[in-house]
Structure formats: C-alpha cells, structure tokens
C-alpha cells in the first residue's frame, strides 16, 4: 500500500498530517510511523 501526502514541518521539526489522512491509514496520537522524504527538485 502506498499513499503520498504533501505536509508541513512545523516548529520543532514537527510534522503535521492531516486529520483525514491519519484516520485514512489508522494512524493515532502517539503513534511512531516511519517516514521518507523524497527531495523535490525543480
């Protein structure tokens, strides 16, 4: 299963995922999840 979604770090290099997106995939508050960046480059 793959899903992609654009966020933001906010401060603290928080990462903040949508509300919709974390219930989508069953992710809760507290929860440790493993991401990737891919940089972008234009």
């Known amino acids: 299963m793959g899903i992609v979604v654009e966020t ?3 401060k603290k290099r ?3 995922i949508p509300k919709a997106i ?3 995939v ?3 508050e507290g ?3 493993r991401i ?3 940089a ?3």
């Open 8 to 10: 933001r770090i906010g």
């Open 14 to 16: 928080v990462i903040v």
């Open 22 to 24: 974390a219930e989508a």
């Open 26 to 28: 069953k992710i809760s």
């Open 31 to 33: 929860q440790r999840v």
């Open 36 to 38: 990737m960046a891919v």
């Open 40 to 42: 972008i480059r234009s």
